[in-house]
């Protein structure tokens, strides 16, 4: 099994509506990550929590939510979805202890908004 | 802003070739630097990483420059395979905790 399990790993919906990406971990991170990929743009992060209670934006949370359920999962919401919120997202992890060294990214969930 | 980017975005090497792939940074307050691999499908893996306090470090067959007077870093993959043929990304600390900025990625194609 994955270390880092994102769900879904593709997903259409049309714009306007709510949509909800999972990411769930076993290793123990008490740090998670959002970043969406564009083509020509690298990673971009989203928003970031270095434990259960401690959420931070990123430098594009404008139209995302996010939601630390348990220090092992990690939610990005799309209130209401727009075309160019199609992207590749991945969420990630580390620890405090190896920090950026160990930092390890799940296989990304494919949106796009029609 | 101050951001971490690449030359090249497509690179074509023959197999058994050596690979060298850059990336200029920006922000000289950058402590720590990492290089990612993506394979169509999967999400990024750490190759190999580098502190400002270092000029080189090598792994197993890559070898990480780092250039801090022009803010310039580089990849070197020894004798390039087939499997090597994926995006590699850069990525910096910008000096707040456990944060990483990535570059915009350079695609390795290796040819037979």
């Known amino acids: 099994d994955a270390d880092v399990t994102q769900t879904p790993r593709n997903r259409i919906t049309k714009t306007g509506k709510r949509i909800m990406l999972e990411c769930s971990q076993t290793k123990g991170h008490d740090r998670m990550y959002w970043y969406r990929q564009d083509p020509g743009l690298g990673l971009r992060l989203i928003y970031y929590?270095?434990?259960?209670?401690?959420?931070n934006k990123g430098e594009i949370s404008d139209g995302y939510s996010v939601s630390r359920q348990a220090q092992a999962k990690f939610s990005l919401s799309l209130e209401s979805a727009i075309p160019n919120q199609t992207a590749l997202y991945f969420c990630a992890t580390s620890d405090r202890v190896t920090g950026l060294y160990g930092y390890t990214f799940g296989s990304g969930t494919r949106l796009t908004v029609v | 802003g101050e951001s971490v980017g690449l030359h090249l975005p497509t690179l074509s090497v023959q197999e058994g070739d050596n690979s060298i792939i850059n990336c200029a940074y920006s922000n000289s307050a950058s402590d720590y630097f990492i290089w990612y691999k993506q394979e169509s499908g999967k999400g990024p893996q750490f190759i190999i990483d580098i502190r400002s306090n270092m000029d080189k470090r090598q792994g197993q067959r890559v070898t990480v420059l780092l250039n801090k007077t022009v803010k310039h870093l580089s990849l070197q993959i020894a004798a390039t395979q087939p499997g090597d043929s994926a995006v590699y990304f850069c990525a910096e600390n910008t000096g707040t905790a456990s944060k990483l900025t990535f570059g915009t990625g350079t695609r390795l194609q290796v040819t037979l």
């Open positions: 929590s270095f434990d259960v209670k401690d959420i």
